[in-house]
């Protein structure tokens, strides 16, 4: 099985503060953000609902991409999220289901 990686961007509420990853395994990480063990920004900021997710089958595409969303300008992040997530979703729920 082809491991699958995935940048994400997290938000603590609509159109709240955002952080943008990139993780080999979407729903652990989620978790650890969730519950206290992911980044220290997100944890001082509450920055927890998935908003976004892009899976790549390759590490170094999936690398490059998020160092590149990371560059965006803060209103590219809110399009890119907007485009396909209107309703600001937590995505999280539907990784498990």
């Given at each position: 099985m082809e491991?699958?990686?995935?940048?994400?961007?997290?938000?603590?509420?609509?159109n709240g503060?955002?952080?943008?990853?990139?993780?080999g395994d979407l729903v652990q990480r989620c978790w650890q953000h969730r519950n206290g063990q992911g980044a220290s920004f997100t944890r001082h900021?509450?920055?927890?609902?998935?908003?976004?997710?892009?899976?790549?089958?390759d590490?170094?595409?999936?690398?490059a991409r998020e160092k590149a969303v990371k560059k965006w300008r803060r209103a590219?992040?809110?399009e890119l999220i907007e485009r396909?997530?209107?309703q600001w979703l937590d995505l999280y729920d539907r990784l498990n289901g």
């Open positions: 491991q699958t990686y995935h940048v994400y961007i997290l938000a603590s509420e609509r503060t955002l952080y943008t990853g990139v993780t900021y509450g920055v927890h609902q998935l908003v976004h997710a892009e899976a790549f089958a590490v170094n595409e999936a690398i590219w992040k809110l396909g997530n209107p």
